[in-house]
């Protein structure tokens, strides 16, 4: 199982990035894929969920409106768009992915949940 993650830069503050989330070795549909970010000294923190089921999405609040998620299944890669970005935004950003078993019960913001993990791609927002 392979989750490669792409598309990180530096981008000028309101600029706009979509990362790219590449699966390999296991089938979306039965999957969860989450972004999350860290920055230095900070704690790995949960951003956007896609789970395989219906296909809903789980944004956090503190980037509602300005990041989406979305998946393309014939090329078992999930996307993060990302709008408006901001200096703070700045973080190395990972793709995860976590069992589907349903939608009763089904979180998404727990990190030890996610079993296979990408190697991290690194977004600078930068003047």
């Known amino acids: 199982v392979q989750l490669q993650a792409s598309g990180g830069g530096l981008v000028q503050p309101g600029g706009s990035l979509r990362l790219s989330c590449a699966v390999s070795g296991l089938t979306l549909k039965y999957y969860a894929i989450g972004w999350f970010r860290q920055a230095p000294g900070k704690e790995r923190e949960s951003m956007s969920c896609?789970?395989?089921?219906?296909?809903?999405?789980y944004v956090t609040d503190s980037v509602k409106g300005r990041f989406s998620i979305s998946r393309d299944d014939a090329k078992n890669t999930v996307y993060l768009q990302m709008n408006s970005l901001k200096p703070e935004d700045t973080a190395v950003y990972f793709c995860?992915?976590?069992?589907?078993?349903?939608?009763?019960?089904?979180?998404?913001?727990?990190?030890?949940?996610?079993?296979?993990w990408g190697q991290g791609t690194q977004v600078t927002v930068s003047s």
């Open positions: 896609i789970n395989s089921g219906d296909g809903s999405t």
């Open positions: 995860a992915a976590k069992e589907y078993r349903g939608t009763v019960g089904f979180t998404w913001r727990n990190r030890d949940e996610y079993v296979y």
